[in-house]
């Protein structure tokens, strides 16, 4: 497990960029953290790491946003997603193995997750500009 303290958002967008070099392109980034944790701008700039041009939302009405990058990209957001046939509507199960998906609010799919998945949680630091990074499931040194 690796932990970091991002101190700003460009620092998450930072951290994003950092486990996008270690990715080969059918990864399940699972994101926890709650409300404004920085999950959008994390995943901002794991895109930005994979030569996204677009700009990356948080996707809470459209439940997944599709990006094309270096790889196929599928952001959900499970904020909504409470029973199975919520999760199988977003399309969740088609699009593993098929690109890289990162979820935000990983907690209301915690049962779906694959084994695999790259675990990243997200809590307050020291104060509001704080965030710690907890990573597992990804080599990053
Ligand atoms: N170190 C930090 N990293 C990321 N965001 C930070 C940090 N410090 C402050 N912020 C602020 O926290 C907010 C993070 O917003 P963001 O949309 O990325 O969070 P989120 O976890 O996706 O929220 P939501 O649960 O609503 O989807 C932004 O307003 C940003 O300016
Ligand atoms: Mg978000």
């Not at 794991?46 to 599709?66: H, Y």
């Not at 977003?90 to 990983?106: A, K, R």
Request: charged share 25%; net charge negative.
């Amino acid at each position: 497990m690796y932990r970091m303290i991002s101190k700003s958002t460009d620092d998450t967008e930072k951290i994003g960029e950092q486990i996008a070099n270690k990715l080969c392109g059918n990864e399940v980034i699972a994101l926890f953290g709650g409300l404004g944790m920085g999950k959008t701008a994390f995943t901002r700039g794991l895109c930005r790491g994979l030569d996204v041009n677009d700009g990356v939302s948080s996707p809470t009405f459209a439940l997944v946003n599709e990006y094309h990058g270096k790889y196929n990209i599928y952001h959900f957001d499970m904020y909504r997603v409470t029973t199975w046939d919520d999760l199988y509507s977003t399309g969740f199960f088609d699009y593993i193995d098929n690109g890289i998906l990162v979820i935000e609010w990983s907690e209301n799919i915690e049962g779906a997750l694959p084994e695999n998945a790259i675990r990243i949680n997200i809590s307050k630091g020291n104060n509001d500009d704080e965030r710690i990074f907890e990573i597992e499931g990804v080599d990053i040194q």
